[in-house]
């Protein structure tokens, strides 16, 4: 038979109960995530709830979130649990229970089974205080809490060890043996919010990454665009310089002044297309009078063509066909012809 008296405990006992602690907290840390730096001083809730799940690998959280959440009957609920054997061993509370102590820790989360000290189950854990007292059971397969008055927690405590045939441990957990312990923290879960935040990110990633490819989609496109813009711009000007250096030749060898006349004519409606980014087409001279067709970009205004002196003629795929008032009279005449 095992001593029930927690107050008559021997200094080996409660150095085993330290290292108990500590194995106990190591195992449960691996279960949980959060930093243990920050937290405060001890607090027992005053809706602590605990019990077994069934263990299944992987889905610890899920399991013991469904479980918590019916217990505590809410969706917002700080957790904390240990695995041993096959069951995983939990305790819970709302998550308004812990608004007023958002860092602190219960002692009882230090004592759940793990896999080293599920043997020495059944065991029974009390704290008295002046306006204090709570028991919580661990049985094979059980774990419960009770809370009352210090009166009715020791009464509870002699029928638990009653029901085990008085081979139920009562230790009692004073503030020392709490110092000794090391501090587990809660784990906050609203685990609908969790998947929505992981739909979220995910959407979010899938979102960025269409942008993404259409961003370089659109800038391979306008570097096709530019590259042909380039080119045929050039193009257009290797003509143009092309055909004013074959009357700049043409009046080097006449050196005639009506002729040079015709050359500044020229000279001027060319370096006009160029500015215009056109194109000459024609560019005749017949007894002394020019005539001259080009082609524009259909961007170019009616004022622009009227200000070099030309009229406009047709459109066309590569933009507007004009010319000057001889050019205009000679289509007129062709087509007065046929």
């Known amino acids: 038979m095992k001593d029930n008296n927690s107050e008559s405990m021997t200094n080996e006992e409660l150095e085993e109960q330290d290292r108990t602690d500590f194995a106990s907290t190591s195992s449960v840390m691996r279960s949980v995530f959060g930093s243990v730096s920050d937290l405060g001083e001890f607090y027992f809730p005053t809706d602590i709830v605990g019990g077994i799940c069934p263990h299944v690998k992987g889905k610890e959280e899920e399991i013991v979130w469904n479980a918590a959440a019916e217990a505590c009957d809410s969706e917002r609920i700080h957790i904390v649990w240990s695995v041993a054997g096959e069951k995983i061993w939990y305790l819970a509370t709302a998550s308004s229970d812990l608004a007023k102590k958002p860092n602190s820790w219960c002692p009882f989360a230090t004592l759940l089974p793990t896999e080293h000290t599920i043997k020495e189950l059944p065991v029974c854990y009390t704290y008295y ?127 005639t002044s009506p002729l040079k ?65 001889a050019q205009v009279e000679f289509e007129e005449n062709l087509r007065g012809k046929k």
């Open 129 to 255: 205080s002046e306006d204090l007292a709570i028991m919580m059971v661990v049985g094979i397969d059980e774990l419960n809490i009770f809370r009352g008055s210090s009166a009715i927690v020791k009464a509870k405590a002699e029928r638990v060890s009653q029901e085990y045939n008085h081979e139920v441990r009562i230790i009692n957990i004073d503030p020392y043996k709490i110092s000794k312990m090391r501090p587990v923290p809660w784990h906050s879960v609203t685990l609908f919010e969790e998947r929505e935040r992981r739909v979220l990110a995910g959407v979010s990633i899938a979102v960025g990454i269409i942008v993404t490819a259409v961003s370089v989609l659109f800038w391979l496109l306008a570097n096709v665009l530019m590259v042909t813009v380039h080119r045929d711009y050039a193009d257009i000007s290797a003509r143009n310089e092309q055909k004013m250096l074959q009357f700049i030749q043409l009046a080097d060898q006449t050196r």
């Open 261 to 325: 006349e015709q050359i500044v004519s020229f000279l001027a409606v060319n370096d006009t297309l160029l500015a215009l980014n056109g194109q000459l087409v024609v560019y005749e001279i017949n007894n002394s009078i020019a005539r001259w067709k080009a082609v524009v970009p259909a961007t170019v205004t009616a004022e622009k063509i009227t200000a070099m002196g030309g009229r406009f003629i047709a459109a066309s795929e590569d933009g507007s066909i004009i010319g000057n008032a």
